[in-house]
């Protein structure tokens, strides 16, 4: 019997079903690396979604291009982290992050002052480039197969244009 019967046998004979969280013994290593690596970027992502949308709150307070430009990220994060996530669930492993949206963030308001042009700029700069960095060893990982690297390109591609983005603001 091969071994995703026994792992399923074992389950039903311990009583074990967690809907999908015991998959585990499922995956060969090489899956399970990937799966660790892409729940990475979901991660990254989630943060960088957070990240925006914390200055979005600002509302009018905050420059109406760069509204404009954190909407526009946090949204693009937003739609690599469903990609990210069919992904995962393709090679059927398992999602550990959640994409945060939080429908009672539209009330809430911020409890500092907007933090200066250049603060900001620099914050965006920093997480661009920490969201970047986790690109790069995603697709230098032997455990990510090339066709999902090629989605991880096109992905960077729209983090690099960010980049240059927030390079213009800061002109």
């Known amino acids: 019997m091969d071994l995703p019967h ?4 074992q389950m039903v004979d311990n009583n074990k079903f967690d809907n999908g ?4 013994c499922m995956l060969n290593p090489r899956t399970k690396d990937a799966v660790e690596i892409l ?6 992502n989630s ?16 420059d109406p291009e760069y509204r404009e430009f954190f909407a526009l990220v946090a949204g693009e994060s937003y ?15 398992n999602i550990d992050a959640d994409t945060p949206v939080d ?16 603060r900001i700029l620099k914050e965006c700069t920093q997480v661009e480039e920490t969201t ?14 090339q066709y999902m690297r090629e989605l991880l390109k096109k992905q960077v591609r729209r983090l690099e244009a960010a980049k240059r983005q927030i390079g213009r603001f800061s002109k």
């Open 79 to 93: 739609q690599n982290n469903i990609w990210i996530s069919i992904e995962i669930q393709t090679i059927e492993g």
């Open 6 to 9: 026994l792992c399923y046998l």
């Open 132 to 145: 970047r960095n986790e690109y790069t060893k995603a697709m230098e990982s032997v455990f990510i197969p």
């Open 103 to 118: 429908p009672v963030r539209e009330n809430t308001k911020p409890t500092t002052p907007l933090p200066d042009q250049v």
């Open 47 to 62: 943060d960088r979604i957070k990240f925006y949308q914390d200055y979005l709150e600002y509302g009018n307070a905050l």
């Open 21 to 24: 969280k015991n998959q585990s």
């Open 39 to 44: 729940n990475g970027l979901v991660r990254i």
